[in-house]
């Protein structure tokens, strides 16, 4: 079942084409290199338009459906951009404000994050704690009409750039899940800093950070949601999340299997083509056929979550099947590169690097498998 | 009868203390300065007589079989990291074997003797950016003129290209057919000789890896190595042993990323439990246990048969194709389990992901390794039937 793109999306993404050739593609190899793209990129992001364009038009977002979203990944990730933090910005952070923030926080925030003024991070994951997310040790203490922050947050997206950071803190340590609560901390508060920006195998040009707080003071009217509702609040936007990796693998596939029929098509040996060799037309064979099957399993997820009917279970296996999916496809692929392969000016080289991600992040793929075993 | 006597555990043991406390140490930063100092770490090497183990005794190696050549790639394979060993093996059994072999006298004293050293820095120039798998397809050429060969041409993905002294370089010297390639051992400050590039890799960081242009570079024929027109020949002979080398040089290393995995994840807890007592995370760490021991046991294999005056082609490609493929396997399967940390620069699990990704593709592709056994087995479409 196709994805009902209207005229308006083929509009929308020649402009985020447009976008990415003039300002994404010239700098990104650059971006590597440095750890962290420029502000000035997230402003003109928003002045395109680009930014929480799934976001009501009321807060300053586009007002558009989710296929905005899905085309924003298309865009990028087809050239291996995964420099830009949009995605975590716009489908992660901005929902949880639209979505629990009160009318002040909605309006303080989300138009600005529109215009890429405000850049934003969300804070669970701890040195001692990742998959296990109700080990979080960071704390809230309220005192008076404040919460004072104190703890550390570590793979944080965005971290080197982000203005307001949602952090998951316990406000009651001792009531497990129910004593996690999420609150906005302003980057400008004193207490707050930035920890290293972590060098990783791939996603080289996102700024993936440790945080620190020290005794942060934030007014109690920085709460997002309920307090001790933190636990419930993430699970609910996480299949979001676990969708978007859904949809970035596939995207990587579709293009790694592009480059590699090029390339093959192109590269000579023993007389003949790479793809002229029955392994390269059979694995390509194979190749195609996964991803032909992985996007149709994608773009029925997505309709369900368009419909607001996407389960947790089928949202963690679309994740853990397309990740895992995603680092075979690719692992394929850069094979038949042979030495331009491992050579990182090839885009197959730096989709291979941030694939292996994929299994990780947003909920390792070991948690996607044990959800999945509870919904049996 | 045990391929390890007292002897060579001696000269084992001597390597291990050599790694621990000259290599190991500066990994990290040879990793993030893109290159190692190979003649500094060459000449350490040589004069303790690690780079001509079973080099001839004439040209100051130890005139051992290859047993001894053997144990060290086994041993480099506990450097932590890739690009490092990968050196010390075209150093030892890339570059020279032919050389060592096949070379008259003149040229092994030139070349070999100060490769032996360490004072000499050795290239393998094999590959060029059109010609990869396809060896026989290679574009350098060497015109004879006089007493001198002018080459021309450009190699592709030259291991220590930017430090290296001599290039053991395979030209045509005919037409371009297999049987009019020629091994030429060419100084690098040659007039003509160009590093075109230091390459930005996937892994193998502390590796510097060359792109070579030569322009007009004349080279005296007493440089060549053995017959004009064997050059193809000789090489591929070279090639068993490279072979052979790389998969006995990932044995140890595969093991230290089993061990390191395991000492992470006992140590890493979630949900009330260290990573390594949930069962899918030690029953796969036994799995990939049991398959390094297996690939051991085909190296071993091989390395006897070899000791023994045998032809191990058939045996060193199945080693060198398992093991390349076990390389991703197990690298893969361990990084996941070190979670996030697993995608960090700083860990050694994400190193040896990257760097082990190589072994499918250099000193020969997984797909080269299996046109080579169906060839051996009869069953390559066109080929005569050889067992």
């Known amino acids: 079942m196709a994805l009902p793109y209207a005229s308006e999306h083929v509009q929308f993404r020649e402009s985020v084409r447009r976008f990415v050739d003039k300002e994404i593609a010239p700098h990104h190899a650059r971006w590597e290199e440095e750890g962290v793209i420029s502000r000035e990129a997230w402003r003109r992001a928003g002045e395109a338009g680009l930014l929480l364009t799934n976001i009501p038009a009321e807060y300053g977002g586009g007002g558009a459906d989710f296929l905005t979203s899905v085309i924003m990944i298309e865009e990028m990730m087809c050239h291996v951009f995964s420099g830009p933090g949009f995605r975590l910005h716009s489908d992660i952070v901005a929902p949880y404000i639209l979505h629990l923030g009160t009318g002040e926080q909605k309006k303080r925030l989300l138009p600005a994050m529109a215009r890429g003024e405000i850049i934003t991070a969300i804070a669970m994951t701890e040195p001692g704690a990742g998959s296990d997310l109700q080990s979080i040790r960071t704390r809230a203490r309220r005192d008076g009409d404040e919460f004072v922050i104190s703890g550390q947050k570590t793979f944080i997206t965005n971290g080197q750039l982000a203005d307001v950071v949602i952090v998951a803190c316990k406000t009651d340590p001792a009531a497990g899940a129910k004593g996690t609560?999420?609150?906005?901390?302003?980057?400008?508060?004193?207490?707050?800093?930035?920890?290293?920006?972590?060098?990783?195998?791939?996603?080289?040009?996102?700024?993936?950070?440790?945080?620190?707080?020290?005794?942060?003071?934030?007014?109690?009217?920085?709460?997002?949601?309920?307090?001790?509702?933190?636990?419930?609040?993430?699970?609910?936007?996480?299949?979001?999340?676990?969708?978007?990796?859904?949809?970035?693998?596939?995207?990587?596939?579709?293009?790694?299997?592009?480059?590699?029929?090029?390339?093959?098509?192109?590269?000579?040996?023993?007389?003949?083509?790479?793809?002229?060799?029955?392994?390269?037309?059979?694995?390509?064979?194979?190749?195609?056929?996964?991803?032909?099957?992985?996007?149709?399993?994608?773009?029925?997820?997505?309709?369900?979550?368009?419909?607001?009917?996407?389960?947790?279970?089928?949202?963690?296996?679309?994740?853990?099947?397309?990740?895992?999916?995603?680092?075979?496809?690719?692992?394929?692929?850069?094979?038949?590169?042979?030495?331009?392969?491992?050579?990182?000016?090839?885009?197959?080289?730096?989709?291979?690097?941030?694939?292996?991600?994929?299994?990780?992040?947003?909920?390792?793929?070991?948690?996607?498998?044990?959800?999945?075993?509870r919904s049996l | 009868m045990p391929l390890f006597t007292s002897e060579h555990e001696e000269i084992r043991r001597n390597l291990q203390k050599f790694i621990a406390a000259e290599v190991n140490p500066h990994v990290d930063t040879w990793e993030e300065a893109g290159i190692f100092p190979a003649h500094e770490l060459f000449k350490k090497l040589g004069t303790l007589g690690f780079l001509g183990l079973n080099k001839p005794v004439e040209y100051g190696g130890q005139g051992l079989d290859y047993s001894y050549a053997l144990l060290m790639a086994e041993e480099l394979g506990t450097i932590r990291c890739g690009g490092v060993p990968m050196a010390i093996g075209v150093q030892t059994d890339m570059a020279t074997p032919a050389l060592a072999r096949f070379g008259s006298d003149e040229v092994r004293r030139a070349f070999l003797e100060p490769s032996i050293a360490g004072d000499f820095v050795a290239a393998i120039g094999v590959s060029e950016p059109g010609a990869g798998s396809d060896v026989a397809s290679i574009k350098t050429n060497a015109r004879s003129d006089g007493d001198d060969y002018v080459i021309n041409g450009g190699k592709m993905w030259i291991t220590s290209g930017t430090q290296a002294d001599w290039i053991c370089l395979l030209t045509n010297t005919g037409d371009g057919s297999i049987h009019d390639k020629t091994l030429i051992c060419v100084p690098m400050k040659s007039k003509g000789v160009t590093i075109a590039r230091k390459l930005d890799k996937l892994g193998m960081r502390a590796s510097d890896t060359a792109q070579i242009y030569f322009d007009d570079v004349r080279v005296p024929k007493r440089n060549r190595i053995g017959e004009e027109g064997q050059g193809f020949t000789y090489q591929m002979i070279q090639f068993q042993e490279e072979r052979l080398w790389g998969a006995a040089s990932a044995l140890k290393g595969l093991e230290m990323v089993i061990a390191d995995t395991i000492e992470y994840t006992r140590g890493r807890r979630a949900f009330g439990r260290s990573i390594l007592d949930n069962q899918v995370v030690h029953f796969r760490m036994a799995e990939l246990a049991t398959e390094v021991e297996a690939l051991r046991s085909l190296v071993y294999r091989a390395a006897e048969l070899l000791v023994a005056g045998e032809d191990v082609t058939r045996l060193a490609s199945m080693a060198k194709l398992k093991g390349g493929r076990l390389a991703r396997e197990l690298t893969d399967a361990c990084l996941q389990y070190w979670g996030g940390m697993g995608f960090m620069n700083e860990t050694s699990v994400s190193r040896f992901y990257r760097d082990f990704r190589l072994m499918s593709i250099g000193g020969g592709a997984d797909e080269v390794m299996l046109t080579i056994l169906c060839k051996m087995m009869g069953i390559l479409p066109g080929s005569s039937n050889k067992a």
């Not at chain 1, 040996?269 to 991803?291: C, H, P, S």
Request: aromatic share 10%.
């Open chain 1, 181 to 373: 609560s999420l609150i906005l901390v302003e980057a400008s508060r004193p207490g707050f800093s930035r920890g290293r920006n972590l060098e990783k195998i791939g996603m080289k040009a996102q700024d993936t950070s440790e945080l620190f707080f020290d005794e942060v003071r934030v007014p109690v009217a920085n709460l997002l949601g309920r307090e001790g509702g933190g636990f419930g609040h993430l699970m609910s936007e996480l299949p979001q999340e676990r969708l978007l990796v859904g949809i970035t693998a596939v995207t990587v596939m579709e293009a790694a299997l592009r480059w590699t029929l090029d390339y093959t098509r192109d590269r000579k040996a023993f007389g003949r083509t790479i793809a002229d060799f029955q392994n390269t037309r059979f694995k390509l064979a194979e190749v195609k056929t996964e991803v032909t099957v992985a996007r149709t399993f994608l773009d029925d997820c997505i309709l369900k979550h368009m419909r607001r009917e996407l389960d947790v279970a089928t949202a963690a296996m679309c994740k853990w099947w397309l990740s895992e999916l995603e680092c075979r496809v690719v692992d394929t692929c850069l094979q038949l590169f042979g030495g331009y392969g491992y050579m990182r000016e090839y885009p197959i080289a730096r989709a291979y690097e941030d694939a292996r991600v994929h299994r990780i992040y947003a909920g390792s793929n070991e948690v996607m498998k044990e959800i999945v075993a």
